[in-house]
């Protein structure tokens, strides 16, 4: 099975405290993603990368940054995190091709910033 | 701009009766469709998909849904409902197979019984 592990269940932060979310997939997938999921508003894209060291902002990226050095590996990076930032924050990956559009998701991290 | 639309926030139904969630899109081509669920505590899980063809598929867990381009919706059922379908429930869409997937707003489900 495909695995998704985002490192952290839950955090919590101070406001302003740089803070890092990670995500490791052991499919060799292309496609990473970072979604945000409030109540009421769904899941929304933050970033996602299509290869090693390349990003792409999603429709929320402001206040977030993403570091994908190796293919296994994509971290979300909040570089001062403030309050509305809490939120829950899922990692995905796909494999690439329009046969495999399926994603596959952690179980989330969900972050608290005081 | 909001691509998927699932119009009920709160569904709540008996063990055992029908079930309906809502799901429209709007999209010019004919997108990508996806059914994810979300268990409490859980990250997402796909139920079904549809790409081409045949216009009703069929998923996990008993479900099923339906493409009707006429009216831009993909609505998911299931005949009779199970308490551990209690859940929340996302609609999908990927545009142009660019791997970019755009959810609504969800729909929870209770089952009491």
């Known amino acids: 099975d495909v695995k998704v592990t985002q490192s952290s269940r839950y955090l919590v932060k101070r406001t302003g405290e740089k803070v890092f979310l990670e995500c490791v997939q052991d499919m060799d997938h292309e496609n990473m993603f970072w979604y945000r999921q409030d109540p009421g508003l769904g899941l929304r894209l933050i970033y996602f990368?299509?290869?090693?060291?390349?990003?792409e902002k999603g429709d929320i990226p402001e206040g977030y940054s993403v570091s994908r050095e190796k293919k296994e590996r994509f971290s979300l990076i909040l570089e001062s995190a403030s309050t509305n930032q809490t939120s829950m924050y899922l990692c995905a990956s796909s494999d690439q091709g329009a046969t495999n559009e399926k994603l596959f998701f952690g179980s989330g991290t969900q972050l608290s910033v005081l | 701009a909001q691509s998927v639309t699932q119009p009920d926030i709160h569904i709540t139904v008996s063990e055992g009766a029908s079930l309906e969630l809502r799901c429209n899109y709007s999209y010019g081509a004919t997108p990508y469709l996806f059914w994810y669920v979300q268990s409490p505590g859980q990250g997402l899980q796909l139920l079904l998909k549809y790409f081409s063809g045949d216009t009703l598929v069929q998923g996990i867990k008993g479900f099923e849904a339906e493409f009707k381009r006429s009216q831009s919706s993909f609505n998911l059922r299931k005949p009779s409902v199970h308490w551990s379908d209690a859940a929340e429930y996302f609609c999908a869409v990927v545009r142009n197979t660019g791997n970019q997937f755009y959810f609504g707003t969800g729909t929870s489900l209770t089952v009491i019984p």
């Open positions: 990368s299509y290869d090693v060291k390349m990003k």
